[in-house]
């Protein structure tokens, strides 16, 4: 079946007169289902259409509150999977043909859909193992709720712009899983309970903020809890850290069993661990989750997948497309090389993929996650990683410098960033590295800055950008679906030279 479908592929890639390398034939075989491409044949939706077709009733003065807010955080909830999947699908091929139709100055197929795909193939959206409850990391807001109370936990339904948001209590949501819905629950139970206001804006005074929930495949739990400490003083604050304690230990709130109970007083909106230290009120300051036979440490502001099991496809799928094997079942046997793993958080994408290479240089601009990685690789017995901290773009010219002087060895790149994508001098200093043949980029949002980046790595070189290496070529697109009943898709895209 999967050589049958591999061939009624290359029958569609060959009218593409796409050439393909032996690389990508074994990517092909890899991840070939009984699905079919798209030829990119027919009219791309337009995101009216795409709107359209996620069923929104027209009217949202008729629906529920509830339905209301499952059309905010999860507006395909009314499709099927299959028909979810259907959907993001066409969006990637619609978004990654505008990156064809710039590449090949073919502005005829702006103006005529027929002609309007991709010139590398996008392979059928890989699905997530697990479609409902997925979230491994909520954050609850706390604001007016429908009736008026202000100590209400949940997610907003409305604009500040318009002034008309009420926080809606979460609990029918598909995405997230029960045991962060009685978190949100207990810490409604908890505020309404206590003296102090809640700070819904900070210039108008009150304390209590958000709260955000991280829990692993074992079911362990870590709660973090922002507070605004006003004109409070360190003893006063105290006593309400006191109060959070012994409701989440010993009253209501024990029923959560929490393993970690953190607390964060801020007078900022958002502020990392640095700025303002996250306090560890009850339990261990981490909790761990496996991805691919790999464990990692996960801390209150570190970034880790929202989806542990799609996690595992989609670093299944970076692995082999940074260094293909065709004995793939697993580590699969050593190709040697190097990694540079750019924006490597925890360093989950460069530890899974060490056995097969020599050497992995991980590049990470916050601390606590190259700390986090360090530490990651140590538990794991992990030794060919190495975890520099600082931004990318002041630290890769040195070790792109360092790697000619050592000379030899294939060197591939992955770089996984924020939606802000990469600086323009990262993407200069893998371009104008002559050793790196591979590129892997992993974009949330490939419609945004990504696309920015994806043409300064195709652009014929430009000597006034500094752009002087050889144009990398998009070959292959692979969707993983890491956040079903939302119409968000990661895109794991392959470059070559």
């Not at 996960?298 to 542990?308: G, K, L, P, W, Y």
Request: hydrophobic fraction near 35%; charged fraction near 20%; glycine fraction near 8%.
């Amino acid at each position: 079946m999967a050589l049958a479908a591999l061939h009624g592929r290359s029958v569609i890639f060959a009218k593409r007169n796409i050439l393909y390398n032996v690389t990508v034939r074994q990517t092909r075989l890899l991840f070939s289902t009984n699905d079919t491409i798209s030829d990119g044949q027919g009219k791309p939706p337009s995101k009216k259409q795409l709107r359209k077709s996620q069923k929104k009733p027209p009217c949202a003065d008729h629906l529920s509150w509830e339905e209301r807010l499952a059309d905010v955080v999860t507006p395909l909830w009314r499709l099927s999977y299959d028909e979810q999947l259907e959907l993001k699908q066409k969006r990637q091929e619609m978004i990654l043909s505008q990156l064809s139709v710039h590449l090949t100055g073919d502005l005829q197929s702006q103006s005529s859909p027929v002609r309007s795909k991709t010139g590398f193939p996008v392979l059928p959206v890989l699905p997530s193992p697990v479609r409902d409850g997925y979230r491994n990391k909520s954050t609850f807001s706390v604001n007016r709720g429908v009736d008026g109370n202000t100590k209400t936990v949940g997610f907003y339904v409305g604009t500040g712009r318009k002034g008309n948001i009420v926080c809606v209590n979460g609990d029918h949501l598909l995405n997230v899983p029960e045991k962060h819905k009685l978190v949100a629950r207990c810490y409604q139970g908890f505020i309404r309970l206590s003296p102090l206001e809640p700070c819904l804006l900070f210039h108008t005074g009150g304390h209590w903020r958000e709260v955000t929930v991280r829990t692993n495949t074992e079911g362990r739990t870590m709660a973090i809890v922002y507070f605004h400490p006003q004109a409070l003083t360190r003893e006063e604050v105290a006593v309400h850290k006191a109060d959070l304690v012994e409701y989440f230990t010993l009253g209501p709130g024990s029923v959560c069993q929490l393993d970690s109970l953190l607390f964060q007083e801020t007078t900022m909106t958002r502020c990392t661990h640095e700025e303002s230290p996250y306090q560890l009120l009850h339990g261990q300051p981490h909790i761990y989750e496996e991805v691919l036979g790999y464990k990692f440490r996960i801390s209150a502001d570190a970034f880790f997948q929202v989806n542990q099991t799609a996690a595992e496809v989609l670093y299944s799928t970076v692995r082999h497309l940074c260094f293909p094997n065709p004995d793939d079942g697993g580590g699969g046997t050593k190709v040697g090389g190097t990694l540079l793993d750019v924006c490597c958080g925890t360093g989950t994408i460069g530890i899974t993929i060490s056995p097969r290479v020599d050497r992995i240089i991980g590049i990470e601009l916050i601390e606590q996650a190259v700390e986090d990685a360090r530490h990651n690789a140590a538990l794991n017995e992990v030794l060919n990683c190495e975890f520099i901290p600082g931004k990318a773009e002041v630290a890769l010219p040195g070790v792109m410098s360092q790697l000619s002087s050592e000379g030899g060895g294939l060197v591939a790149a992955v770089v996984n960033p924020a939606r802000a994508g990469l600086h323009h001098r990262v993407i200069r200093a893998l371009r104008n590295q002559p050793a790196i043949r591979r590129l892997v980029y992993v974009s949330c949002k490939p419609d945004g800055e990504a696309m920015r980046n994806f043409r300064e790595l195709c652009c014929a070189p430009d000597p006034q950008k500094k752009l002087t290496g050889e144009a990398f070529s998009p070959t292959l697109a692979v969707p993983v679906d890491m956040f079903p009943h939302t119409p968000h898709c990661e895109v794991v895209l392959l470059f070559e030279r």
